[in-house]
Structures are given as C-alpha cells and as structure tokens.
C-alpha cells in the first residue's frame, strides 16, 4: 500500500506539473489519473471554419481567383489577438500588429463577419482605384483582403463579452 501511495503522489505532482505548463497528458492503463486540454487554436467551431473557408471560396471564385484553405497558425494568431484587451480598447474594433499578412475585424459573429465583408464588393466595383492607400480602401478594404492574389491560406478567431460586444479577427496570408 505505501508503494502504491507513493507512486499516485509521484504521478499527482508530474500531472499537475504538465498542466501548469500548458502540458497535455496521455495515460493508460488500469491507474490512468487524468487527461489534461491542450491550448485552444482557435475559438472558431469547426463548422465555422468550414463555413467561413466555403464562402471566402465562393466570394474568391466569383473574382476569379483559387481557394484559400484554413491554417491553424493564422487561426492562433487571429485568436491571440481576439483575446487580446487591446483588440476591443475603448469599445472599438483595432487592428494588431502584422507582418506579410492581412487582417479583416468584426463585432459580428465569424459567419456574419465573413457575409459583411463579401457585401464590400459593391464599393469595391464602384471604385476604379484599387489603391489600398486610398480613401477608398475603407469602404472596400475587408472584400480585397478576402479576393486578393496575395493570400492563399486563413484562419479566424472570435471571442465574446467584450467591450464591443464580441470580435472576429480573419487573418489572411501567402
């Protein structure tokens, strides 16, 4: 009894050390303590993702360009900054830092974000200057990231109960 004491002692102090450092663990056998949750990607369901990729699909291929596909590294990042206080300071949407890459935000859900940001393409074809320096961009900037050339992979994040409501960042890269 006191070996087997000892060991559940042993085996409590390594699966709390595991999970204090963001650890997963895996277990088996008869005297199996624990499973412990690995670090989310993303707060986007997977139908979510799929729905999201499918009509960024569908937008892209009516602006005759190849599907984007969903990348997990992108979904981090875009979530990190979702649930970063500074995405929603001051009750207002801001933008995070980004290198070769871009980032359409949103106070709607991933699946109405994404339906919104499609809507720009009005503006888009009533503007004949596709400069993203010009004023323009503002009213049509979310559409080009989605069409653009540039970027063939996305991955989104969400997070609710903030300042604004809620937040969906989408970030798009090659």
Known sequence: MKNS?????????IVAAALLTGGTILTTGVSALTTGASATVSEVSPSDQQAIVSETNSV???AGQSPLTWDDSLAKAAQDWADNP????????????????????????ATQA?????AEKSAYDADPNHDTDSPGYK???????MISER?????????????TGSIT????AP
Do not use: D
Not at 5 to 13: F, G, I, P, Q, V
Not at 114 to 118: N, R
């Open 5 to 13: 004491t000892l060991l559940h002692r042993r085996a409590a102090t």
């Open 60 to 62: 892209r291929q009516q």
């Open 86 to 109: 500074e995405s929603t300071a001051g009750g207002s949407l801001h933008h995070g830092p980004m290198s070769n890459a871009a980032e359409n935000i949103s106070s709607s859900s």
């Open 114 to 118: 994404t339906g919104q940001w499609a």
């Open 139 to 145: 009213k049509w900037g979310h559409y080009y990231n």
């Open 151 to 163: 970027y063939g992979k996305i991955g989104c994040g969400t997070k609710s109960g903030v300042p």
């Open 169 to 172: 960042v989408c970030q798009y």
